[in-house]
């Protein structure tokens, strides 16, 4: 029996629940975090960057011959960044932005995935040494015509998937004879295209799915190279790799071992890459809000959090991504009376009626100032949260192994004007 299967029998013993249950327990009992709440008060975000670490080796075990590059977008913190730059990972960004982030970091290590780019950005990126990008259309190709000759590109196919959480194949990819037409048009114009990249969807649980979009990339190739006399040398399997929320999804190696027949045979020809974000950011990141106010409606017992859909939880409105949430009480074993439980609405802080995060949630009774706790609230979380009702950004405190003081008082930009 191998370590992998040994590991995963044990996992499956234990349900997700439970898992993220004795996770944030665990979490709230340390030290770091409760320093981290006693700072900054709540809501913050708990970020340990050593579960990134992890994730990523876990990811590079099981694809031994792929090249990781970190999608940026989804947690662009610092202590992210230098985990996965210490592990060797390499970095995927969609703006300028981002690649700013990412100063220091050998430029060779980067990619620029966005199929749509302001000419400016492109220059940029290419002044920085970026050399890797992503294209769609032939305005995007044209606007590499004069790169340096090491440019290189890559031509991004659609794959529907209409069973992922976010289907990225509706606004951006082109079919296989699109694709054969930009491959012409750059051939035409003295413009390297080094292969393809596809996205199979964001939070796709459907291996086979993953593997068909790989297998139908890997024929396209051969096609267009035995027609069009052209050679390619990069394979870009995107992200999407999923996360347990909620429920089980297909464990990563799983996952890679149905993906590895198709690819490995492949690995000496062609750069095999891959764009993983959410699995890398997800578990690394637990919230940590408070009751602000409590009412008995019509329908139920509602308890209104100073965090919500505007806020870190941004993913469950755009991604349909619902994460755990634990009371406190249940985590530190408080929560003796089972029975007082009761199904409750968990709203956000602002006016809108929209901002409800989860509906019949089975909570033991909680009052004014009561904690409650989020896992696996990495990705899609900070990133893509808003300042509606004027609100601040959810801060973002470091408690992983090596953190240092001052990054447990996390001060979000917006606050620290009103901090200094
Ligand atoms: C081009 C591209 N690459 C990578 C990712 C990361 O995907 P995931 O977080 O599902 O791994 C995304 C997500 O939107 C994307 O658009």
């Known amino acids: 029996m191998t370590t992998h299967t040994t590991r995963r029998d044990a996992r499956a013993a234990r349900s997700i629940r439970q898992i993220r249950h004795d996770e944030a327990s665990a979490l709230l009992a340390s030290d770091i975090a409760k320093a981290a709440i006693a700072l900054n008060g709540t809501p913050v975000l708990l970020l340990d960057p050593e579960r990134v670490r992890g994730q990523y080796r876990r990811l590079a075990a099981a694809l031994p011959f792929v090249r990781f590059h970190y999608a940026v977008k989804a947690l662009a913190h610092r202590a992210v960044l230098t985990a996965l730059a210490e592990e060797g990972c390499g970095f995927d960004v969609a703006t300028g932005e981002e690649l700013a982030l990412l100063e220091g970091i050998d430029p060779g290590r980067v990619i620029h995935t966005h199929p749509i780019k302001k000419p400016a950005e492109i220059a940029q990126a290419l002044a920085a040494g970026v050399r890797t990008f992503v294209v769609d259309n032939v305005v995007e190709l044209e606007k590499f015509a004069g790169a340096p000759a090491d440019a290189r590109l890559l031509i991004r196919l659609a794959y529907r998937s209409p069973h992922a959480k976010s289907d990225l194949s509706t606004k951006f990819g082109v079919g296989p004879y699109e694709a054969a037409h930009l491959v012409e048009q750059a051939r035409d114009r003295g413009i390297r295209v080094a292969g393809f990249s596809f996205h199979v969807g964001s939070q796709l649980d459907d291996p086979q799915r993953f593997a068909a979009a790989i297998a139908e990339t890997l024929a396209l190739m051969d096609h267009l190279e035995a027609t069009l006399g052209v050679r390619f040398d990069t394979l870009d399997i995107g992200g999407g790799f999923p996360v347990a929320y909620d429920s089980a999804v297909t464990p990563l190696e799983d996952l890679a071992a149905v993906l590895r027949p198709v690819l490995e045979p492949h690995a000496d020809r062609l750069a095999i890459i891959a764009?993983?974000?959410?699995?890398?950011?997800?578990?690394?990141?637990?919230l940590v809000t408070s009751v602000v106010g409590v009412s008995e409606r019509g329908d139920g017992r509602w308890y209104y959090l100073d965090d919500g859909l505007?806020?870190?939880?941004?993913?469950?409105?755009?991604?349909?991504?619902?994460?755990?949430?634990?009371?406190?009480?249940?985590?530190?074993?408080r929560d003796a009376d089972a029975e007082a439980r009761r199904w409750a609405t968990l709203a956000g802080p602002t006016c809108d009626s929209t901002d409800v995060i989860a509906r019949e949630v089975l909570l033991p009774e909680l009052a004014v100032g009561d904690l409650l706790v989020s896992p696996a609230m990495g990705a899609y979380t900070a990133v893509t949260a808003t300042r509606f009702n004027g609100r601040g950004l959810t801060p973002i405190a470091v408690v992983g192994r090596g953190a240092r003081t001052g990054e447990l008082l996390a001060v979000a930009p917006d606050r620290a004007a009103a901090i200094v």
């Not at 764009?275 to 637990?286: F, H, Y």
């Open 275 to 286: 764009e993983p974000g959410r699995v890398l950011a997800a578990e690394a990141m637990t």
């Open 310 to 333: 505007y806020g870190s939880y941004s993913n469950v409105l755009a991604e349909d991504v619902h994460p755990l949430i634990f009371s406190e009480r249940e985590l530190t074993g």
